[in-house]
């Protein structure tokens, strides 16, 4: 499901970036690398619809290889070809070829490539569109951690057979994924002892405000903030 909050894009933002755009199993992606020469463990970054360029992403990328050490690797999935608010053509219409089930296999073959670098831990965070990728991987064996960020397309059903370690941070204001349906999806993960869940609703925030957030807005910044801390303390705890 998807609709004009999930289309708004960021505000203007300027960030100097210190990772680089290369090819990356089969996505030509941004990937910030660590201080580390060999870091042990990775993480990918599924972006929203407006793709891997967005540029509060890529900051999320850096503040997550700087700070935790982590290989971050932000894939194009949308080949150059992210949904534009200025554009003519409807989202709908946009979606038709841009499925998330249909990079489930690609991103696969991003840990694939990781483990063929000797990087045998990786996590994936997923932001709205992201989410319903990062779910479908966390019901297989591939992910050692995952993440959703106010997630759009994910289903109830979705929790009943993930098998890796989520976490769920969801808006408080967010008609793709209300608190009250965000609830029943953290009844099923309390439901279920095997899986180790962490579920969040974050009071005045709106669907997008992890990557979507004004720079000059102080308490916006405040809250994507405790969201990336909550982020990192999640990975911290599986990824090593």
């Known amino acids: 499901m998807a609709g004009p909050e999930c289309c708004v894009p960021a505000p203007p933002c300027q960030h100097a970036c210190t990772g680089s755009e290369e090819s990356f ?29 967005s540029p509060l992403l890529r900051k999320l990328a850096d503040k997550i290889a700087s700070s935790l ?4 690797v932000v894939p194009d999935y949308f080949n150059k070809d992210p949904f534009s608010a200025s554009a003519r053509v409807p989202v709908e219409e946009w979606k038709k070829t841009h499925e998330p089930m249909d ?4 991103t696969i073959s991003i840990v694939e490539t990781l483990k063929n670098k000797g990087i045998f831990s990786t996590g994936a965070v997923g932001f709205c569109w992201g989410a319903k990728v990062v ?14 960020c106010h997630p759009s397309f994910a289903s109830v059903d979705d929790f009943k057979d993930v098998k890796t370690p989520i976490a769920i941070l969801a808006a408080e204001t ?16 309390e439901s279920r002892n095997e899986v180790q869940s962490f579920v969040k609703i974050y009071p005045g925030t709106s669907h997008g405000w992890v990557i979507r957030y004004n720079i000059d807005d102080a308490r916006e910044v405040e809250k994507a903030e405790e969201a990336h801390d909550n982020i990192f303390e999640w990975l911290k705890m599986y990824l090593w």
Not at 25 to 53: C, N
Not at 69 to 72: A, D, E, K, N
Not at 103 to 106: H, I, K, T
Request: glycine share 6%.
């Open 25 to 53: 199993g089969p996505f030509f992606s941004y990937l910030s690398h660590p201080s580390s020469a060999t870091p042990t463990a990775a993480v990918i970054l599924v972006s929203d619809v407006f793709g891997f360029e």
């Open 69 to 72: 050490g982590y290989l971050v």
């Open 103 to 106: 990079f489930v296999e690609g």
């Open 135 to 148: 779910v479908e991987l966390a019901k297989r064996d591939y992910l050692k951690v995952a993440v959703l």
């Open 174 to 189: 967010d008609r793709f994924s209300p608190p009250d349906v965000v609830m029943q999806y953290q009844e099923i993960l």
